[in-house]
């Protein structure tokens, strides 16, 4: 269960890791904390030529606020910004850094491996998917900026091109009255979630004006499940309403049959998680402090 | 930039438990084939290889890591602790003597990852309750235990080295 042999790079800025990556061709993966990646190369799923390792650029790892909004370097480590007070300040951030897998991935594995992995069971991508944020991407023709939505586009498939790295992430602090949560659930912590939910609202009260709702390890690809959010706003929240939200979720899921468990499991999942997400939301909207991350047995 | 040709070798230094080592290796291995197969440091297991279980647990620059899941490379230039540096003097260290008292083993393949990831743990929270001993071993796994000694071991070491035995 080793890795085929390949060449290795070290990359001294991002622009010579790109240039490789390009010069390369097909061959090439660009390594970062190889929390997904040196899994895929042991199991030899992946064959590449070359890596490219930009784990130790310059630049990329700080996690910053400014006008409004955070931005996060693509190389923070999940503990690393498990830890900042910014997974404080905005609980759903916590909820989804301290959950990722176990201490010893968070210590390695990065915010911008989460996404340019393109795996479904990912929990970043749905995270940054719930908040609405965007990616920041630079490539061979220079940089551009990517909704989160949308940003995984298939199965480890993403709107990345070849030699082009996600340098970072940003996305707006949350405004009054809007709080989320990120719960999801594993068989152990070591484990990709069996199903992870992300939930985030705006509420006046419990008149809920804005929702977002996005799946994790429910189909092929993050899910945003509209109808969902449409069964939220504009509504008081109340057990029926949730309930119809929290349906409306598990329909809009893709889950497939895997050793996670059954699609009619993961959907009777996916409803109990958006209940669970919805009311903490609430209860952090009221200025609670709830403590929820990934449960497992 | 830094690069190999396929096979090639590309040459390394790290420091596990206090002492330097100079290294060239192959751009695939493992740090966890470099301490045991090449550094003959052979306390740290090699368990499920899918980082899953944690027997490979090592600390790099003060983080926790399943060195099965990291290259050699990437620990160029870091500090590795490995469970062969507990011990000082011939003393065992508080982590290992209160796993000794309180039965926190049977087979003993999970123990060396264990105790790195109890020695991060209360790297960053010496005092902590049984809940966080539980969470800063959720990384690894045991097959015979049942987890309660471990977690005991745990408590009482954490008890043991702010009472600075």
């Known amino acids: ?297 | 930039m830094s690069t190999t040709e396929a096979g090639g070798r590309i040459a390394i230094e790290v420091t596990v438990n206090g002492t330097r080592h100079r290294r060239e290796v192959e751009p695939r291995l493992l740090l966890v084939q470099l301490l045991r197969e090449d550094l003959r440091l052979t306390g740290t297991h090699i368990g499920c290889d899918t980082t899953y279980c944690g027997a490979c647990t090592v600390i790099v620059d003060g983080e926790p890591v399943k060195s099965c899941t990291m290259l050699a490379v990437q620990a160029d230039g870091a500090e590795i602790l490995t469970v062969e540096g507990l011990a000082r003097d011939g003393e065992l260290h508080p982590l290992q003597r209160a796993f000794s008292e309180n039965h926190g083993l049977q087979c003993g393949y999970c123990t060396p990852g264990m105790l790195m990831s109890a020695h991060a743990l209360l790297a960053r929270n010496p005092d902590p309750d049984r809940k966080q001993i539980r969470k800063g071993i959720q990384g690894n796994l045991c097959r015979c235990t049942g987890y309660h000694n471990i977690i005991a071991a745990i408590d009482a070491a954490a008890a043991a080295m702010r009472e600075g035995k």
Request: with cysteine; charged share 25%.
């Open chain 1, 1 to 297: 269960m080793y890795p085929a042999p390949f060449r290795y790079h070290r990359a001294a800025t991002v622009e010579e890791a790109i240039a490789r990556l390009v010069e390369i061709g097909e061959g090439a993966r660009a390594l970062a904390g190889g929390q997904t990646l040196l899994v895929w190369l042991k199991m030899r799923f992946d064959e590449p030529t070359d890596l490219v390792d930009i784990g130790r650029l310059p630049g990329l790892r700080d996690i910053e606020q400014e006008a409004g909004r955070v931005r996060i370097g693509a190389l923070a480590t999940h503990a690393r910004i498990a830890r900042a007070p910014l997974a404080r300040q905005i609980p759903i951030v916590g909820d989804c850094a301290s959950g990722i897998a176990d201490n010893q991935v968070r210590s390695r594995g990065t915010i911008g491996g989460s996404l340019a992995a393109g795996d479904p069971s990912c929990d970043w991508p749905v995270l940054l998917t719930t908040l609405d944020a965007e990616v920041h991407c630079r490539g061979p023709s220079g940089t551009r900026t990517l909704p989160a939505d949308g940003f995984v586009q298939d199965l480890y498939a993403t709107r990345l091109e070849h030699g082009e790295l996600v340098t970072g992430v940003s996305f707006a602090l949350p405004g009054k009255g809007s709080a989320g949560a990120y719960v999801g659930f594993k068989r152990c912590a070591p484990a990709f979630p069996t199903s992870s939910v992300g939930v985030q609202l705006t509420l006046n009260g419990d008149d809920c004006t804005e929702a977002r709702i996005a799946l994790g390890s429910a189909g092929l690809t993050t899910i945003r499940a509209k109808a969902a959010e449409a069964e939220l706003r504009g509504r008081t929240l109340g057990a029926g309403v949730i309930a119809k939200a929290a349906a409306a979720a598990a329909a809009a899921a893709e889950p497939v049959a895997d050793q996670r468990g059954s699609p009619a499991f993961k959907r009777s999942l996916i409803d109990a998680l958006v209940k669970r997400g919805v009311e903490v939301a609430r209860r952090r909207a009221r200025g609670e402090t709830v403590e929820v991350s990934h449960e497992y047995y």
